[in-house]
């Protein structure tokens, strides 16, 4: 686990709790001060968030309810600014606004970033800020998505990559090669012909 994921998840009872179960002696080691990993992104997770069409986000409520959702587009919709600094193009969705209503007051968010076809995810914690400056969110805008509503911008301050382990295969139809597509387009062919012969 990265230095700088779990200077902030390793609360006090959490440590507590890994105690109790023996893992505290493992873990305690990535709390040493001589290591400072996990807070800058790399060439790797880059390009693997920049690959993503889309993610898990955690923000929380005024009144302290987590509140998940899914936020998707094509593979480029989130952006990689820095290495600490990420943002997305926020599409107009149902109206309801409780994640960015959310964020405008608790700028903490946490994204869970997965890769189910390969098994890997990305953990991220950071603060989050709307942004509705019309040149980020054209440079966030792409020729084939809708109009970008919003800029999520995510300041980082730490990741980690985490255990593969419980992570289902699942591919989308473009991982397949549009295997899904074919077989469709396929199915109606001997539909349309056997309502032809009938």
Request: proline share 4%; hydrophobic share 40%; net charge neutral.
């Amino acid at each position: 686990m990265a230095n700088a994921f779990a200077d902030i998840a390793f609360t006090g009872r959490v440590r507590a709790e890994q105690a109790r179960h023996g893992s505290a002696d493992i873990y305690g080691r990535v709390l040493s001060q001589e290591r400072r990993d996990g807070a800058r992104l790399s060439a790797v997770e880059s390009r693997f968030l920049q690959e993503r069409d889309g993610f898990f986000q955690a923000t929380l409520s005024e009144t302290g309810w987590p509140y998940v959702q899914f936020r998707g587009g094509s593979p480029g919709f989130l952006k990689v600014l820095d290495p600490q600094t990420i943002a997305y193009a926020d599409y107009r969705g149902n109206r309801q606004y409780i994640s960015t209503g959310n964020l405008r007051g608790n700028s903490r968010i946490s994204l869970l970033v997965m890769d189910f076809a390969e098994g890997r995810r990305l953990k991220l914690l950071g603060e989050a800020e709307i942004c509705e400056d019309p040149k980020i969110m054209q440079a966030l805008s792409l020729a084939d998505a809708p109009q970008v509503e919003r800029a999520v911008l995510i300041h980082i301050a730490a990741f980690d990559w985490n255990c593969p382990q419980h992570i289902p295969v699942r591919r989308t139809d473009a991982e397949h090669g549009d295997e899904i597509r074919r077989l469709r387009d396929r199915i109606a062919e001997l539909e349309q012909q056997r309502f032809a012969s009938a």
